[in-house]
């Protein structure tokens, strides 16, 4: 967003305009950080005010603003500062004084980062009679249809790793995925029938998650003694290994094989993983077996995970493996119009026909247009000009278009940046050099490719701990220099900015407009 589209803290900033900014800063952070780390930490986060003394952000609780501050610090200022300024640092505020069992996010003692606090005992709900009407950024959607205690279909909701921003409700329908909406409404009422398992593929940002947490809400809604679990594969794969090291692997195995509905996001991250491949053939028989419903996501097709065993292969094309496509222009402008009634946006049909004509492959990126657009209006008295526009589409299109890169890609280019060989990186050699080094290729590592912490680790001949410890130290380095924080920017751009690029055809909406957009 360009300079002068940022809020100034210096002026009272009203609740509309933070709704804004938090939308915005939701979606950088799901891109930063990857959807599950955003889904497990921020999504009950809210901001509540902005002044050049303090930028307060509400949590359910300690833990949540003690895992951010000490994993996340950095991101969550990077990016509250593309549309903040003259503002103070952020500030925490605990809709909860007391923690309770419920309001733990999905797993916390077995993630990636170390907490340093341990899990309290369940200690009642206070989080959910205390929410706001602003969650994860966004407006709260209507009820979850007719149920006769929404307060315990949340909770229930909340225990299986659902996020409540995802229903049927809110879900736009269009040609590029009514087959696999379909699907998805059918085994939520009528799980372990036809469609089991049911596998839902598709590219980053279509609907595949969204779906997946609406089956499992309208599960709940329709039998609420149902045990539902909703985790990403890497989740499972890091649960398995730590269930293996502290010889819990019978507790571990009777947490999934013991559900009613199993909900598996980036199922494609066991490819390669033989021993969990295992794990998870035995996992799937047995929840087959006993009539449950599984409802996997992918980017890819089962026949196309790379070294995905045949018979997991076989397994998961059993039921329907049904794919969404890049949604056509009627379906983008139907998901904008929705976004902007729902978020209550003052944006014109005109520049919501324009941002639907010019981005076409994401979902997450329309919405972050529409937003940014609604941002500058806001802050422009209801005018946003050519050049405003055509940079916030450049930026998002850019964000598009990053390539892939691969760890080895990485290693080299951060061992050119230090005059060291790749095998400086990966050997034992201590240096003070060496170390800032290795710990920004692990840092990179793991921002840009989908490798777990086990596989970075093994690319580095270390263990995952070592590559936490690594991670999180120059973390802290890079609060405090500007050096080191401009040596990861220059390589991360280097590494993503690759990228071919075309001209883009007039659009008639300048034409009928005449350069300005009043709204």
Not at 28 to 33: G, N, R, V
Not at 75 to 87: A, F, G, K, T, V
Not at 246 to 254: A, L, S
Not at 306 to 313: A, D
């Amino acid at each position: 967003m360009h300079q002068e589209a940022r809020f100034d803290a210096a002026e009272p900033i009203e609740e509309k305009a933070l709704n804004l900014i938090w939308r915005q800063v939701s979606i950088d952070l799901s891109s930063a950080i990857g959807d599950q780390a955003y889904e497990r930490w921020f999504s009950p986060l809210n901001l509540v005010r902005v002044t050049k003394d303090e930028t307060l952000v509400s949590v359910p609780n300690s833990i949540y603003s003690i895992w951010v501050e000490n994993n996340f610090k950095a991101e969550l200022d990077n990016s509250l500062s593309h549309y903040l300024r003259n503002h103070g640092p952020v500030k925490y505020h605990q809709l909860a004084e007391e923690i309770s069992e419920d309001s733990m996010p999905a797993d916390a003692e077995q993630s990636e980062f170390n907490l340093g606090v341990s899990k309290p005992g369940k200690d009642g709900d206070q989080k959910e009679k205390e929410s706001s009407t602003r969650k994860s950024g966004r407006r709260k959607k209507q009820g979850h249809h007719d149920c006769p205690d929404l307060e315990k279909l949340r909770r229930l909701g909340q225990k299986a790793g659902l996020n409540d921003q995802y229903l049927f409700d809110n879900f736009v329908i269009g040609d590029s995925n009514q087959m696999a909406a379909a699907a998805s409404d059918a085994v939520s009422k009528m799980p372990g029938g036809r469609y089991q398992p049911l596998f839902i593929h598709s590219g980053s940002g279509l609907g595949k998650t969204h779906l997946l947490h609406a089956i499992g809400w309208l599960t709940l809604e329709l039998r609420p003694n149902s045990k539902v679990v909703l985790l990403s594969a890497e989740s499972f794969t890091n649960e398995y290994v730590t269930a293996l090291q502290n010889k819990t692997i019978t507790r571990f195995r009777n947490k999934y094989r013991k559900v009613d509905l199993l909900l598996i996001d980036d199922v494609h991250f066991l490819a390669n993983k033989m021993g969990l491949q295992e794990e998870f053939f035995h996992t799937f028989n047995s929840l087959n077996d006993s009539m449950k419903q599984i409802v996997m996501t992918s980017d890819l097709p089962p026949h196309e995970i790379s070294q995905l065993e045949e018979r997991l292969v076989t397994r998961f094309q059993w039921g329907l493996a049904t794919q969404i496509l890049q949604p056509n222009e009627e379906t983008r402008t139907a998901i904008l119009r929705r976004k902007r009634d729902e978020w209550e946006l003052n944006v014109s049909d005109s520049l919501i026909d324009f941002i639907s004509g010019r981005i076409h492959n994401n979902v997450r990126l329309l919405e972050g247009a529409l937003i940014r657009c609604s941002m500058v209006l806001n802050l422009n008295g209801g005018k946003i000009t050519r050049p405003e526009l055509e940079g916030i589409i450049a930026d998002l299109q850019s964000s598009c278009e990053t390539k892939r890169v691969s760890g080895d890609d990485i290693q080299h280019a951060v061992a050119e940046e230090y005059d060291l060989s790749t095998r400086d990186l990966t050997g034992r050699r201590r240096t003070a050099r060496v170390a800032e080094a290795r710990h920004v290729a692990m840092l990179l590592t793991r921002e840009l490719t989908d490798h777990s912490l086990i596989e970075i680790g093994e690319s580095f001949c270390r263990d995952h701990g070592t590559v936490i410890h690594g991670i999180n130290s120059l973390k802290r380095k890079m609060e405090k220099s500007t050096s080191i924080r401009g040596t990861v920017d220059k390589l991360r751009r280097s590494l993503t900015n690759n990228r071919t690029s075309k001209p883009e055809p007039e659009n008639p909406f300048f034409d009928r407009v005449d350069e300005v957009q009043e709204l």
